[in-house]
């Protein structure tokens, strides 16, 4: 069983910035893309960036401009830095991990953000 562990949630005021990262316990690589999407209470769950095995970014609108997705793939890490938080932005964001075949899922870690 894949397991994505996701760490460096919490309290950042506006306009601050976060950094959340996900560890993999398997070869990004075998994935063709890993990515953090986002849920607030009473919303759906969406996309706000991912990183496919090329290397090719995609980002929500809201996340552009701000947030930067990276991999550190000798450790199968998936990096979120998050800059300019907005209130709307608070949410408990999850690691997805995706293939033809696999799809798997962090436990969420929660980002809030104070005015």
């Known amino acids: 069983q894949v397991q994505l562990v996701e760490s460096g949630g919490g309290l950042v005021q506006a306009g601050g910035s976060l950094r959340l990262s996900c560890a993999v316990s398997?070869?990004?690589?075998?994935?063709?893309?890993v990515g953090w999407y986002r849920q607030a209470p009473g919303n759906q769950r969406e996309l706000v960036a991912r990183i496919n095995v090329g290397g090719r970014t995609t980002y929500s609108d809201s996340a552009k401009g701000r947030f930067t997705i990276s991999r550190d793939n000798g450790l199968n890490t998936v990096n979120l830095q998050m800059n300019g938080r907005k209130s709307e932005d608070t949410a408990v964001y999850y690691c997805?991990?995706?293939?033809?075949?696999?799809?798997?899922w962090g436990q969420g870690t929660q980002v809030t953000v104070s005015s």
């Open positions: 398997e070869n990004i690589f075998n994935f063709n893309s």
């Open positions: 997805n991990a995706d293939s033809l075949s696999r799809n798997y």
